[in-house]
């Protein structure tokens, strides 16, 4: 009896016996569908949040912003400081080497007026890397530059909302809209954006982008707070690489805390979202791993038991085969064979099962779902190796099976 002949008659056997293949691998089919399912809508949403990112800044993003202090509780040294500033900004740019953009924002709520509308808005102040650190794309016009910074011209760049709100259908780039009391030219419209945690969602995550009027940085503290204000709101950093982030963030907050003697401010990295948000997924992966790892379990010891019955039944059957040659390996293959085959056939059945019910969730959640390459190869070759483990005995035992024995046997 060679190899060949061997795997012709594991599966002849699995044919012969449906229904109990179908038992053995039921418990293997739901321990795969289980796992596929649970990693499938947890990676979805991580993709979905990495996409989210991409389209407004990337995961090198870090934002820097005034943590104002309880009065009662605020101490001497937060009293006295007086917030970030332009100096800081400079500071970062001069000692912290790990940032490639640190970008200012000063934000007031202005009364902005056209023909067509009067309206109090929040208004930014920014400069001209300030597109870039966020993933602003423009319909027409230009962004704000140096140039503009420099001389503290007045100019300013609407988003898509705020284009239409105060042009209607007509082109703004080049027309004139009244901001406090000052006139000023438009240099740009940004493209209109969206993005949509959740199919069928009416909240739109990017709406904050077609909501802006920018204006430059050093315009808005002349004109709308008063000449020689150095303070902002917010600093906008982009890191070079992920590998600066365990040096430039660290030196970020000592820099900021040594300057202001106080930990008046908030560093809000994104790099550290993903991760906390990883933390959280390979929490629920885990959890539903382990139930995923039980099914299986449960799976493997049903496989192991049928063989060892089907082992019993068969006994006159291997004893005649050792009798005319076969070897104990030759059985013992066949034993494994069988085993494999249940299981690989359970962790199919049980990926396609999986799939499904990952769709089916994902509808019904109204989340978006990811699979990958690992995922199958892994439900797949989990349920194969619980066919090998636990059909490792019943193979042994067969193997080992004196003919004589077996050919006794009622």
């Known amino acids: 009896m060679n190899l060949l002949e061997v795997v012709s008659d594991g599966f002849a056997d699995v044919r012969a ?10 418990g293997v089919v739901l321990g795969v569908a289980s796992v596929v399912a649970t990693m499938g809508l947890t990676a979805g949403g991580r993709a979905q949040s990495m996409q989210y990112f991409t389209q407004s800044g990337g995961v090198l993003k870090v934002l820097v912003w005034t943590k104002q202090a309880e009065t009662v509780h605020a101490s001497a040294r937060e009293m006295a400081s007086r917030g970030l500033t332009l100096d800081d900004i400079a500071a970062i740019r001069a000692s912290i080497p790990g940032f490639d953009l640190v970008e200012p924002e000063v934000d007031r709520r202005l009364q902005i007026t056209s023909a067509r509308a009067t309206k109090r808005y929040e ?7 300030y597109a870039e650190l966020n993933e602003l794309r423009l319909e027409s016009g230009r962004f704000i530059t140096d140039d503009d910074v420099r001389a503290s011209a007045t100019v300013c760049v609407l988003g898509a909302d705020r284009a239409r709100e105060f042009f209607g259908s007509e082109d703004p780039v080049g027309k004139t809209l009244r901001i406090g009391d000052h006139l000023y030219t438009i240099a740009g419209v940004q493209q209109y954006r969206e993005f949509y945690w959740n199919a069928g969602d009416t909240y739109n995550a990017l709406g904050w982008m077609n909501e802006m009027v920018l204006v430059p940085v050093t ?9 020689g204000e150095r303070k902002v709101d917010q600093i906008g950093l982009h890191m070079s690489s992920l590998d600066v982030y365990e040096k430039a963030v660290p030196a970020l907050r000592r820099l900021l805390f040594n300057r202001h003697g106080a930990d008046d401010f908030e560093v809000y990295a994104r790099k550290e979202r993903m991760e906390q948000m990883n933390q959280n997924g390979q929490v629920y992966d885990i959890a539903f791993l382990v139930c995923g790892l039980i099914s299986l379990l449960v799976g ?14 068969r006994m006159r059957e291997v004893g005649v085969r050792k009798a005319l040659g076969a070897k ?5 293959v066949q034993f494994l064979l069988e085993s494999a085959i249940v299981t690989g056939l359970g962790g199919a059945a049980g990926l396609a099962l999986g799939v499904g019910f990952v769709h089916i969730m994902a509808g019904m959640l109204n989340q978006p779902a990811a699979l990958t390459p690992a995922m199958v190869a892994g439900a797949v070759t989990s349920a194969t190796s619980v066919g090998l483990v636990f059909g490792f005995y019943p193979a042994v035992k067969a193997a080992r099976l004196d ?4 050919l006794r046997y009622e």
């Open 123 to 129: 208004v930014s102040g920014v400069g001209p890397l």
């Open 328 to 332: 104990g390996w030759h059985i013992a």
């Open 219 to 227: 315009t808005m503290q002349a004109r709308h707070i008063g000449a």
């Open 403 to 406: 003919p004589v024995v077996a």
């Open 300 to 313: 493997g010891i049903v496989v192991a038991n049928i063989l060892m019955a089907s082992f019993t039944e």
């Open 17 to 26: 016996h449906a229904g109990r293949t179908a038992l053995q691998t039921l």
